[in-house]
């Protein structure tokens, strides 16, 4: 990414208000007033860690200690013993798949993605960084849906075009993919025609150039009927559609909905509700219509507070048992961080106590994300744009992390 | 390191137990026989010492052999004392999914020494006060970290005795200068407090200081796990046993070699049972402080999630700066659901509950069975105190909000639940509180039950509003 295509961080704070403004503007000072900074770094250095010379109290040197209880003879220097890190190694690796196609791939996207090719446990070992790192996908709706207000403020202008939506997320706020969620297509909504949907669809394909996730309404039916229309639409475009279910087998649907996604080049995310035991049988059943080389998981992402802890741990058993050698598991996963805001914590006014909404709304999709990154999540749906610049500079920073100094805990005696 | 073998508890099976258990089906711990307890031990739902006759002289050998079985690797340290003292470490596992985390980490606030008293005072209120009730719950902080700034001990001295006059919160006495620790230590001993640290340019003095009070200490070589385990090595010999180990919290473009080194060392312990290794880990996102950032917000922000990824990879005991109610309420909240049993279902069972003393004009609410919805709409409607009838209806342990996009909640299954618990039979009127989450489903769920359809909110907190404002609805 070239300077120029950087999403602008003054009008990342515009957008974001005042109260977010100030957050960020620690980094504008560094940038521009850096003479005036440097004037008061003095508050800033710590005290050294070593004393000055005070003496100790008298009272502390007369006052009685409680007994020892061993007493050995100290060593007369320290005895050295090395501390050895081995890289877990695993027999197995989660399969690559690439979203997204570029016109010599059949497609029409500018860029593609890449995800999965896991062979460990991530920032385990620096020798075992992931292969890639973790896609962001930010959301788009094809109708009004109830959104906290740290979503919509900088969102107002957009929230009825979805092609402008969608250029926003990946212009403004850096958006790897786009995902557009076809909500006006729920029967018990507005019904909306499969057309309509891949009318939208192409909008959005014509507005931006990264690679698209189709987020269908659940109905097991109008959503096969949906993903159908739009896969042949969007010919080669190695969409990812979101997602096939259970459901789609009970409602005898899956089987269309994969052979169309397979015949017109998409991928399929197989969606189930935080059972590693559904999430293999619907995989199998997938397995038979459709290439596991292009599947991707959804486990389901439950909010912080609503219940992370399953969703953390039913990424890790995913993930070690793929590792392990478990071939029905050995794909990438997503994580709908989004969810986060479904916490009450996350938008409610908890009273001055726990103030600054506008920093806890996103701090808690943000945990959200980098706790699943931790479990080994590839892919994050996301909104709030300071969510998505901390998981992508968190990232960033566990696969490649800066060389350390063994050093002195300096915070002990840190000026603050 | 000093790998040995010895069996996880992943590995111990009930019979391994119920071998040195007196086998006489007492049943004075309340389990039917020896076995059933022995079971309950392996899954760590008892402990041991809940044996009456094993705690006897007679099973004294045998006792001592169970404790070492089912020894943690990562050994348990407290500090503090009384009601107050702290558990930390007592890990067996690397992954939740295997077994319980035991003990979640203390969140100990900082106090510096060239705080006005009156600042110290205040922060201590905040730290006091500071709760959050999470599903019936309080979730709270629990220590205060005292760091030397000024390098006077004379300071150090006089702060720790306001500290100890203001409240009785367990102590972790911060400063590398054993003069410091010392006058520290004159004004607080008899609380067991935690001493940070014993380094590699201190140990000599430090570690006599130790030696002499009995206190708790830290182990501290950021960066340098080598240099970490030649300390806890030399300070066993020395006769040293109550260590916590500071592999050091690096943050920002570093933060990656915190996850390495904190992981590695839990690895260490709990894989390779090294029991240089096998202690409780310190984490310090108050490190972040010492970064450039210039910006307050920015540092909390860092401090926050920094804290959080310390929770999940392997922090035993936390140190923060931060106060501020946004960036600790997701660590309270986090800490105690990763803390939690994995086994524990994710589900409560289906059926009706009764809230307060309803009668047949009560209310009538549905919710889901997921676990989690369940304690928070239960909650809620205490704390409203609404008398009131909940119908929780069986949607495959799922929330509302997935139960209604994966059709595991419908107006069919609405309609099966309302029949099978005989609805009609409690209350005299027809109206149905359905979720804001589940307002899809109003129109289908009227013509398959019958019952009139009134959405409540979105969000169960606000339960209370609508029923105030909303019930008993007007006739059409």
């Known amino acids: 990414m070239t300077d120029q295509e950087k999403p602008d961080i003054s009008n990342l704070i515009r957008l974001l208000g005042p109260g977010l403004g100030e957050l960020l503007s620690g980094r504008q000072i560094e940038l521009e007033h850096v003479e005036v900074e440097l004037g008061e770094l003095e508050l800033w250095i710590p005290v050294g860690g070593i004393s000055q010379g005070f003496p100790a109290p008298v009272a502390a040197a007369a006052k009685q200690m409680t007994p020892p209880v061993k007493r050995l003879p100290r060593p007369d220097d320290l005895i050295s013993e090395k501390f050895l890190m081995e890289p877990d190694v695993f027999p197995a690796q989660i399969r690559e798949i690439t979203l997204g196609a570029t016109r010599a791939e059949g497609g029409t996207r500018g860029s593609t993605v890449t995800v999965g090719g896991s062979t460990s446990i991530p920032f385990t070992h620096p020798q075992s960084p992931p292969p890639h790192p973790p896609v962001i996908s930010l959301d788009v709706f094809d109708t009004r849906v109830p959104m906290p207000k740290a979503l919509k403020n900088h969102l107002t202008e957009v929230l009825d075009d979805p092609a402008a939506w969608a250029k926003m997320n990946v212009e403004q706020f850096g958006a790897d993919m786009v995902t557009v969620h076809l909500l006006s297509t729920d029967p018990l909504i507005q019904n909306k025609s499969p057309r309509e949907a891949s009318k939208t669809v192409e909008e959005v394909l014509q507005a931006v150039e990264v690679p698209l996730i189709i987020g269908g309404c659940g109905d097991p039916k109008k959503d096969a009927e949906t993903f159908t229309e739009i896969a042949a639409m969007a010919e080669g475009e190695r969409l990812l559609l979101n997602s096939v279910t259970s459901d789609m087998a009970d409602a005898k649907t899956l089987e269309p909905v994969c052979k169309a996604a397979d015949t017109h080049g998409h991928c399929l995310l197989g969606f189930t509700g935080l059972d590693l035991n559904s999430a293999k049988e619907l995989n199998r059943r997938i397995y038979q219509y459709f290439p596991p080389e292009r599947l991707l998981m959804d486990l389901t992402t439950v909010a912080l507070g609503y219940g992370l802890e399953y969703s953390f741990s039913i990424h890790e058993r995913a993930r070690m048992a793929a590792l392990m050698g478990d071939p029905e598991l050995q794909h990438p996963t997503i994580s709908a961080c989004t969810n986060a805001w479904s916490a009450r914590e996350a938008w409610m006014d908890l009273g001055p106590a726990f103030g600054r909404n506008d920093l806890r709304g996103p701090l808690w999709e943000t945990i959200g994300g980098i706790t699943l990154l931790l479990a080994g999540v590839d892919l994050f749906l996301m909104m709030h744009p300071l969510a998505v610049s901390t998981l992508r500079d968190v990232a960033g920073k566990l696969m490649h992390p800066a060389e350390i100094k063994p050093d002195m805990a300096d915070w002990a005696a840190l000026k603050i | ?476």
């Not at chain 2, 705080?115 to 905040?126: L, P, S, Y």
């Not at chain 2, 009785?168 to 004159?186: E, H, Y």
């Not at chain 2, 140990?203 to 200490?217: F, H, I, N, Q, S």
Request: hydrophobic letters at 40%; aromatic letters at 8%.
């Open chain 2, 1 to 476: 390191m000093k790998a040995e073998h010895k069996k996880s508890i992943r590995e111990i099976s009930p019979i391994d137990v119920y071998k040195l258990l007196p086998q006489t089906n007492c049943a004075e711990c309340g389990e039917a026989n020896c076995m059933a307890f022995a079971t309950k031990v392996v899954n760590g739902e008892v402990f041991i010492e809940g044996c009456p006759p094993v705690l006897t002289k007679n099973y004294e050998k045998d006792l001592l052999k169970l404790q070492e079985l089912l020894a943690p690797p990562v050994r348990v340290i407290h500090f503090g004392t009384g009601n107050s003292q702290l558990k930390i470490g007592g890990k067996h596992v690397l992954y939740r999914h295997e077994f319980t985390y035991q003990n979640p980490p203390p969140i100990a606030i900082d106090i510096s020494d060239d705080m006005e008293n009156e600042q110290i005072a205040t922060r201590i209120k905040k730290v006091q006060d500071f709760s959050y009730t999470y599903i019936g719950r309080p979730l709270s902080l629990d220590a205060l970290a005292v760091r030397s700034v000024t390098q006077n001990p004379y300071r150090y001295t006089e702060v720790i005795q306001h500290i100890c006059e203001l409240c009785n919160l367990p102590l972790i006495l911060c400063s590398t200068d054993p003069n410091i620790i010392k006058a520290g230590l004159s004004a607080c001993v008899e609380r067991k407090p935690l001493i940070f640290a014993i380094t590699k340019e201190n140990w000599k003095e430090m570690g006599e200081l130790v030696l002499d009070t009995g206190c708790p200490v830290v182990v501290s070589a950021p960066g340098d796990l080598s240099l970490l385990i030649t300390l806890v090595r030399t300070l066993q010999e020395w006769g040293i046993e109550e260590m916590v180990l500071d592999p050091g919290t690096f943050h920002s473009d570093k933060i990656g070699q915190t996850i390495h080194l904190f992981t590695a060392l839990r690895k260490a312990a709990v894989k390779n049972f090294d029991s240089l290794s096998g202690y409780p880990i310190l984490g310090t996102p108050i490190s972040v402080w010492n970064g450039p950032e210039l910006s307050d917000d920015l540092n909390h922000w860092q401090e926050a999630y920094l804290t959080s990824m310390l929770i999940t990879r392997y922090a035993d005991l936390l140190i923060m700066h931060s106060i501020e109610g946004w960036a600790l309420l997701p660590q309270l909240i986090w800490r105690f659901g990763i803390y939690t049993d994995p086994r524990k279902p994710v589900s409560v069972d289906a059926g009706i509950r009764t809230f307060g003393n309803p009668d047949k004009t009560s209310p009538v609410l549905i919710t889901s069975n997921y676990a989690l919805t369940y304690f928070t709409v239960e909650s809620d409607i205490k704390t409203a105190k609404i008398d009131c009838y909940l119908i929780v209806i069986d949607t495959g342990g799922l929330s509302v909000e997935a139960a209604v996009a994966g059709r595991y909640l419908t107006a069919a299954k609405i309609a099966e639940s309302l029949k099978e618990w005989k609805a009609d039979t409690l209350v005299s009127h027809k109206n149905l509180i359905i979720p804001g989450l589940a307002a899809r489903l109003s129109g289908e769920t009227e013509e398959e039950t019958g019952w009139r359809v009134l959405v409540g909110p979105r969000d169960s907190s606000g339960i209370g509003q609508m029923i105030r404002e909303r019930w008993p609805p007007a006739d059409e």
